[in-house]
């Protein structure tokens, strides 16, 4: 009987058990069934949002069909009108009208008659028949960065001679983070520095923001401490409601905000601020999280003006007259010979200038003034900053590198200790591929432990261009460096020729002037001074710095002496730009090359490291 009523127990327990599951599936089924039902309702929506978008553009097609007809319609207006004006002059030049005119205006004074028909018989110029112009068609809304930021201001005055300017063309692209997108209220100087770090949306304004912002929903909100337009009464003393209305519609989306203060009186913004997420200052001493000004590689470089600079040094106040827009700046800062900065000067104005290449002080000096531009870069770059920002605030700081691989191939066993030398020298290092005698394995990983090693032997009599090729798939960072081992590097060569790829497009970096040392005369050389922070047809194979993805589809010529000529033949031929950086840090080694003799300036007979490695 026990046993019985135990199975029965237990087959109680089984169907209350059952019952619960079938419970449980059963509200997880309903729950599914009312999902399912929200998604259909949503999925309505969406084609009901889908039609009504679809209209939208269909009136808005129409609307611009009838702004094109408009356009045509004043435009031919306008003609008509031009050619009655035109018959009317006519007439009025007209001899016979003119006749006529000095008929009757001296029929009753002869003297006045005969000076009126002496008149009339001269010939007039007719004027000239005005002509269809073609419509130009409404222009759409360049949304590249840059693209609406070029300077305007082409003419300079001093001591009252005028001088032309070719202005400096502010890129408009790429940026460094294509997957963010930030609104920001910046003044303009602000705004240049943050427009290339990521997809930017600027010139909303308190009444208007609610329209502009959900075309494409930020980020995160950047607003600075500005000082004019539409922003800055809503950010000073008391919040305005149109502030207020801004960070809530930010607050609703989960939309980081942030105030960077950069100027002024912190006290006056301290009010907004607060009503921010999060608070950043370039003030030492507000008790806020720092961030400072930076580099922007994108405007803040060494590529030079057109026309050149002038032979002049400059003071701050002829450099830079007050009425210039911060475009027009970016051109000034490239003009001078030097700039004279006074005490005072803010650290971030002669970052700025430094990093253009501009010499601060009284004389010309091109190695002071690529020295100061080095420590312009390592001081920080905006892409540095925003890293900096998005680590705090919560957001992902990914963005592409500038990792490098260096392909070492070593022909002569005698070179190898130099060879590994001159790449242990070199910052951001992260893998060496050695192709060589076999003892170069463990004497690079002796040489190098923090870098990766990877070590090939080559097969007998194979070319250094073969070599390469091989040495190409087995790179791994986004930049491959080719360092010839005959060659003297100095420390800063591969952190000079990498800053390169953070202001210009090109695929292929290195050098076409360089300084170059001949053993047997003892000369040294320096070939194309003037081919610095230029786009060029080639640069020398030893300074090679490329993108691999590029490097791997060019791929290298099966040769030891000139598979770099063969490599430049083919970038002109696939069209992949090749650009020539500065002249410094590295030094050619040659017992003795007729053609540099030929094609080079001499310095002086002695060492070359001295002029090259600064």
């Given at each position: 009987?026990?046993?019985?009523?135990?199975?029965?127990?237990?087959?109680?327990?089984?169907?209350?058990?059952?019952?619960?599951?079938?419970?449980e599936?059963?509200?997880?089924?309903?729950?599914?069934?009312?999902?399912?039902?929200?998604?259909?309702?949503?999925?309505?929506?969406?084609?009901?949002?889908?039609?009504?978008?679809?209209?939208?553009?269909?009136?808005?097609?129409?609307?611009?069909?009838?702004?094109?007809?408009?356009r045509?319609?004043?435009a031919?207006?306008?003609?008509?009108?031009?050619?009655?004006?035109?018959?009317?002059?006519?007439?009025?030049?007209?001899?016979?009208?003119?006749?006529?005119?000095?008929?009757?205006?001296?029929k009753?004074?002869?003297?006045?008659?005969?000076?009126?028909?002496?008149?009339?018989?001269?010939?007039?110029?007719?004027?000239?028949?005005?002509?269809?112009?073609?419509?130009?068609?409404?222009?759409?809304?360049?949304?590249?960065?840059?693209?609406?930021?070029?300077?305007?201001?082409?003419?300079?005055?001093l001591?009252?001679?005028?001088?032309?300017?070719?202005?400096?063309?502010?890129?408009?692209?790429?940026?460094?983070?294509?997957?963010?997108?930030?609104?920001?209220?910046?003044?303009?100087?602000?705004?240049?520095?943050?427009?290339?770090?990521?997809?930017?949306?600027?010139?909303?304004?308190?009444?208007?923001?609610?329209?502009?912002?959900?075309?494409?929903?930020?980020?995160?909100?950047?607003?600075?401490?500005?000082?004019?337009?539409p922003?800055?009464?809503?950010?000073?003393?008391?919040?305005?409601?149109?502030?207020?209305?801004?960070?809530?519609?930010?607050?609703?989306?989960?939309?980081?905000?942030?105030f960077?203060?950069?100027?002024?009186?912190?006290?006056?913004?301290?009010?907004?601020?607060?009503?921010?997420?999060?608070?950043?200052t370039?003030?030492?001493?507000?008790?806020?999280?720092?961030?400072?000004?930076?580099?922007?590689?994108?405007?803040?470089?060494?590529?030079?003006?057109?026309?050149?600079?002038?032979?002049?040094?400059?003071t701050l106040?002829?450099?830079?007259?007050?009425?210039?827009?911060?475009?027009?700046?970016?051109t000034?800062?490239?003009?001078?010979?030097?700039a004279?900065?006074p005490?005072?000067?803010?650290?971030?104005?002669?970052?700025?200038?430094?990093a253009?290449?501009?010499?601060?002080?009284?004389?010309?000096?091109?190695?002071?003034?690529?020295?100061?531009?080095?420590r312009?870069?390592?001081?920080?770059?905006?892409?540095?900053?925003?890293?900096?920002?998005?680590?705090?605030?919560?957001?992902?700081?990914?963005?592409?590198?500038?990792?490098?691989?260096?392909?070492?191939?070593?022909?002569?066993?005698?070179?190898?200790?130099?060879?590994?030398?001159?790449?242990?020298?070199?910052?951001?290092?992260?893998?060496?591929?050695?192709?060589?005698?076999?003892?170069?394995?463990?004497?690079?990983?002796?040489?190098?432990?923090?870098?990766?090693?990877v070590?090939?032997?080559?097969?007998?009599?194979?070319?250094?261009?073969?070599?390469?090729?091989?040495?190409?798939?087995?790179?791994?960072?986004?930049?491959?460096?080719?360092?010839?081992p005959?060659?003297?590097?100095?420390?800063?060569?591969?952190?000079?020729?990498?800053?390169?790829?953070?202001?210009?497009?090109?695929?292929?970096?290195?050098?076409?002037?360089?300084?170059?040392?001949?053993?047997?005369?003892?000369?040294?050389?320096?070939?194309?001074?003037?081919?610095?922070?230029?786009?060029?047809?080639?640069?020398?194979?030893?300074?090679?710095?490329?993108?691999?993805?590029?490097?791997?589809?060019?791929?290298?010529?099966?040769?030891?002496?000139?598979?770099?000529?063969?490599?430049?033949?083919?970038?002109?031929?696939?069209?992949?730009?090749?650009?020539?950086a500065?002249?410094?840090?590295?030094?050619?080694?040659?017992?003795?090359d007729?053609?540099?003799?030929?094609?080079?300036?001499?310095?002086?007979?002695?060492?070359?490291?001295?002029?090259?490695?600064?």
């Amino acid at each position: 009987m026990s046993t019985e009523l135990e199975s029965t127990r237990r087959a109680l327990r089984e169907a209350i058990s059952q019952a619960g599951r079938a419970a449980e599936l059963a509200r997880l089924l309903d729950a599914a069934q009312a999902k399912l039902a929200a998604a259909e309702q949503s999925a309505e929506e969406a084609r009901t949002l889908a039609e009504q978008l679809s209209e939208a553009e269909e009136r808005l097609e129409a609307e611009q069909a009838a702004a094109d007809r408009l356009r045509k319609e004043l435009a031919e207006q306008r003609f008509q009108a031009e050619v009655a004006n035109w018959k009317l002059s006519s007439i009025k030049v007209a001899r016979w009208n003119r006749l006529g005119d000095a008929i009757k205006s001296g029929k009753s004074n002869p003297v006045r008659l005969a000076r009126g028909l002496r008149g009339a018989a001269k010939p007039v110029k007719r004027p000239t028949a005005p002509k269809r112009r073609p419509v130009a068609a409404a222009k759409a809304k360049e949304e590249r960065p840059g693209a609406a930021f070029q300077a305007t201001s082409t003419t300079r005055t001093l001591g009252g001679a005028s001088f032309k300017l070719k202005p400096f063309r502010v890129p408009t692209g790429p940026n460094t983070r294509p997957h963010l997108t930030a609104a920001v209220i910046a003044d303009p100087h602000v705004e240049a520095l943050l427009r290339y770090e990521w997809r930017q949306t600027t010139g909303f304004t308190p009444r208007d923001f609610f329209r502009v912002l959900p075309l494409e929903v930020p980020h995160l909100l950047v607003v600075e401490s500005v000082t004019q337009g539409p922003w800055a009464e809503e950010i000073t003393g008391e919040p305005g409601e149109g502030l207020r209305a801004l960070l809530a519609w930010c607050a609703e989306r989960g939309i980081r905000t942030v105030f960077w203060h950069t100027q002024g009186d912190v006290a006056a913004y301290a009010a907004a601020a607060e009503l921010f997420e999060h608070r950043f200052t370039t003030d030492m001493t507000v008790a806020w999280p720092r961030l400072q000004f930076g580099v922007q590689p994108r405007v803040h470089n060494p590529l030079p003006l057109a026309g050149g600079r002038i032979d002049r040094v400059l003071t701050l106040d002829q450099l830079l007259p007050g009425h210039l827009s911060y475009p027009d700046v970016l051109t000034s800062y490239r003009w001078p010979a030097a700039a004279d900065c006074p005490p005072g000067t803010p650290q971030w104005r002669l970052t700025e200038i430094a990093a253009c290449g501009t010499p601060i002080g009284t004389e010309a000096d091109s190695r002071r003034a690529h020295v100061a531009l080095r420590r312009a870069y390592s001081i920080g770059t905006m892409s540095e900053r925003i890293d900096e920002l998005l680590d705090a605030i919560g957001l992902p700081s990914a963005r592409a590198t500038l990792n490098t691989s260096v392909m070492l191939p070593i022909l002569d066993p005698y070179l190898m200790e130099h060879a590994l030398a001159q790449v242990a020298r070199q910052s951001g290092v992260d893998q060496l591929i050695v192709i060589g005698p076999p003892e170069a394995e463990l004497r690079a990983r002796d040489v190098l432990p923090d870098v990766e090693v990877v070590y090939r032997r080559p097969p007998a009599g194979m070319t250094e261009g073969a070599m390469l090729n091989a040495g190409i798939d087995l790179c791994e960072a986004d930049l491959v460096a080719v360092m010839d081992p005959r060659d003297v590097y100095g420390p800063h060569y591969l952190s000079d020729l990498r800053r390169a790829f953070l202001f210009s497009t090109a695929d292929i970096v290195g050098k076409a002037a360089f300084y170059a040392h001949l053993r047997k005369p003892q000369a040294t050389l320096l070939k194309q001074p003037d081919a610095e922070y230029a786009y060029l047809p080639e640069i020398a194979g030893a300074t090679l710095l490329a993108r691999r993805n590029a490097l791997r589809e060019l791929g290298f010529a099966d040769l030891t002496e000139g598979w770099d000529e063969v490599l430049m033949r083919q970038c002109r031929t696939d069209g992949i730009k090749v650009f020539s950086a500065d002249r410094f840090g590295y030094v050619r080694v040659r017992d003795e090359d007729r053609w540099l003799l030929g094609a080079a300036h001499l310095v002086e007979y002695g060492s070359a490291e001295p002029h090259a490695l600064i």
